[in-house]
C-alpha cells in the first residue's frame, strides 16, 4: 500500500472554547505543527479507511457505508481524548471532499467496466489530531479533523502469506487496552512484529493472543474469516468477536457476515473465540474450506498459508489457486454494491 | 506539568538512504509535516523527560544520567520502528542545546539558594518522530530527531491522592506490548481513565494489572514505590519489575533504588510483583511506612492516599504531613547530585 496523495485536503480545527470552525476544503500541504503539539508526543490521532467509487451505471461517485466510518471515528477520538462530531455532518464533508477529487477516479463512459483487480477507487483517509502545544499530559484543547486521500494500487496480486505470531512475545491488544478503535496507537507498535515476518517472507502478521490458548484475533491491520466444515457437517464462517474489545469492528467484516448470514443461511456465521490449533486441525482433518483477510485496504484477500509453530499451513485456494469460492463471491456481492452495479441501502451516491 | 517552550530548538533529519544529516539549533518554530506523515496516522514517536539544572556552586549547568536517556530514547525508537543514533553524540547534542538554553535557569550567583521546593529547573524534551508521508503502514524511511525545552512549574504542591484502576476494565500496558518503552502510545490512551479519576478528585491513576492478583504498576506516567514494614520486621522498599515489560525502566526509580541499597544497607530494596491488597494489609496492620511516585516530571512525589475499591486508604506522612521521610531523604540525596552539591558521577556538567 504505497501511493500519492491527492491536490486537496479538507480541514476543519477545534477548540474546547469555541468548537469546530468551519471546514475548508484547500490545497494539499504540510500542516505547521507546533513541536509541543500533542499528537507528537502522546499519539493523540485516530483515522478511518474509506474508500470512493464511480459508478459502473451511471458515472457517479459513491462511498459505502460512510455511517459506520463517522461512527467508529468518534469512538476511537472518544478512545483517545479528542473530541466528538456530528456523524451525519461528518459525511456531507466526506461526501463533499470526494466530488472535489473525482478527476482520480477513471470512467470509462459506459456500464461495461471489466469486473478485475482492476477495478478503480480512490482511498480516502479521515483522520484526527489533537493539535495543542503543551508537554504536560492531558486532553488536548485543540485538535483538527482533516480528510485527505491517496491513489493507492490495489492490494490482490496474490494471495497472502501469514505468520502467526508468538503471543509470549507480542501482543497487538488486550483486554481493557484500545485494540477495538482505530488509533494510531495500534499501528506503529505493531511494525517490528510486521517487519520480522516480512524479513522471513510472509505478508502480515496472524495476531495470536494468549499464550495457553492461542486465539486468533486480526491479520495485519485486517480482520480474519476462517471457512471450515464442522465436525458435524455444517459449513462455518468464524471471525473473533468484539467481547474482549482487542479486535477492530471492521466495515468489511461486519458487511460480509450480515450478506452471508442474509444470502446464504445455511452456512453458520459465529464470532467466537477460536484457536489457531483449530485451524491446524481443521486442514489435517481435510475440513478446512478457506481462510481470507478483510479490510478496506485489503478489502477481501484470499489467504495461502499461515506459518504456524514452524510449520507452514496450506489453506486451500479452490478459485484458480488464488482465492476461495466464498471469498469470491463475497467479494463480488460487496463490488456490486460499491461500484453501483445493484441499488443497495450501503451504498451511497455523492451529489 | 503546563508551561511554555523556550526560544530554540534542536533539530536532527534522518533518511533510510543517507542516515542522520547535520544538526541545527534553530529558532523554535512549527515544524511544516506532510498530513500523511506516519507519525500523525501510526504513532511513530517516542520521547525523553529530563530537565537541566544550575550547580549551586559553579553556577554551571549540569544534566542527570543523561547516558541513560539517551540508552532509553534509541530503544524506544526501535520498539516504534524509528532510527537508532549513537548514544554519545545524543548526549552531546543534549548538551550543546542546554547551554544554549542556559538563560531559562535563574543563577543567583552564590551558592546559597535555598533547598526549596523553588529549586529551579529547565525541562528537556528529546523527541522523535516518523516524518515519511505515505498512508501505507511500513516503516518510516524518514525521521526528525528534535530537542525542545520548557519552563515547567515543580509539581511539588502537595502529596498526590491516587485512584486504583479497575483492571477488568482499564489496562495501560500488557506483556508483549510497549510498556517499558517511552512511546507516545502509551500515554494517550491513559487519557480517559486519567480523565475519570481527575473528576473524583484524584491526581493519578495507580495502575493495576491483572483482575485476579490486582498487580501494582505505575502511577500515572511515574514509577511507584511503596515502603513498608515486613511481617518479620525489616524496612521494605517495593517496587514494580521490569521483567513483564509493562513498566518504564524510570531513571528516578532505578537511582532511588541504588542509592538506597548503597546508602542505607540494612533495608531491602525489592522489585517485584506485588498487590494493592498488599498496601491494604500494610496499612490495616500498620506496617505501612509510606509511598511515592517518581519520574522526571515529578520527581519524587510522596503519595497521601490511595482510592482502592471504594476506600480512600490514607498513607503515613510523617514530615510535615508533606512527605514521608525515606521520600524527603532520596530527594535531598538526589537534588545534591543534580545541583551540583557534591561531586557524584551522575552529575555531567556543560561546558
Chains 1, 2 share one sequence.
Not at 72 to 87: E, G, V
Not at 171 to 186: D, H, L, Q, T
Not at 230 to 237: L, P, S
Request: overall charge negative.
Amino acid at each position: 500500500m504505497t501511493g500519492s496523495t491527492t491536490d486537496h485536503m479538507l480541514t476543519v480545527t477545534w477548540s474546547n472554547s469555541t468548537g469546530w470552525g468551519a471546514p475548508a476544503i484547500v490545497p494539499y500541504a504540510p500542516l505547521p505543527l507546533d513541536p509541543s503539539a500533542t499528537v507528537l508526543h502522546y499519539a493523540n490521532e485516530c483515522f478511518e479507511g474509506m474508500k470512493a467509487y464511480r459508478s459502473k451505471r451511471t458515472g457517479k461517485i459513491r462511498v459505502f457505508r460512510p455511517d459506520l466510518n463517522a461512527k467508529r471515528l468518534n469512538m476511537s477520538a472518544d478512545r483517545i481524548a479528542l473530541p466528538s462530531f456530528d456523524n451525519d455532518e461528518f459525511v456531507a464533508l466526506l461526501c463533499a471532499f470526494a466530488a472535489v477529487e473525482e478527476r482520480w477516479l477513471a470512467w470509462s463512459g459506459n456500464a461495461t467496466m471489466s469486473d478485475t483487480d482492476e477495478n478503480d477507487f480512490l482511498y480516502l483517509r479521515p483522520m484526527m489530531i489533537g493539535t495543542t502545544p503543551r508537554l504536560g499530559l492531558s486532553k488536548p484543547n485543540d485538535a483538527m479533523l482533516l480528510i485527505i486521500a491517496s491513489k493507492l494500487p490495489s492490494w490482490h496480486s496474490r494471495p497472502l502469506r501469514l505468520l502467526a505470531s508468538s503471543p509470549e512475545e507480542s501482543v497487538r491488544a488486550w483486554p481493557g487496552g484500545f485494540g477495538y478503535a482505530k488509533v494510531g496507537a495500534n499501528y506503529g507498535p505493531t511494525l517490528k512484529t510486521q517487519s520480522h515476518a516480512s524479513s522471513l517472507g510472509y505478508d502480515q502478521v496472524l495476531w495470536l493472543f494468549d499464550a495457553d490458548k492461542r486465539l486468533v484475533t486480526e491479520a495485519g491491520g485486517a480482520n480474519f474469516f476462517v471457512v471450515w466444515r464442522t465436525e458435524d457437517g455444517r459449513v462455518e464462517f468464524v471471525t473473533a468477536p468484539l467481547e474482549f474489545g482487542t479486535v477492530l469492528d471492521g466495515v468489511t467484516r461486519r458487511s460480509v457476515m450480515e450478506l452471508v448470514r442474509e444470502r446464504m443461511p445455511e452456512i453458520s456465521v459465529s464470532e467466537r473465540h477460536f484457536s489457531v490449533d483449530e485451524i491446524v486441525a481443521a486442514v489435517d482433518s481435510g475440513r478446512i474450506i478457506e481462510a481470507f483477510a478483510c479490510g478496506t485496504a485489503f478489502f477481501i484477500a484470499p489467504v495461502g498459508e499461515i506459518g504456524i509453530s514452524g510449520r507452514d499451513v496450506k489453506i486451500p485456494l479452490k478459485v484458480e489457486g488464488k482465492s476461495g469460492e466464498y471469498a469470491r463471491t463475497a467479494r463480488r456481492w460487496l463490488e456490486e454494491i460499491m461500484y453501483g452495479e445493484i441499488e443497495h441501502a450501503w451504498g451511497v451516491e455523492v451529489n
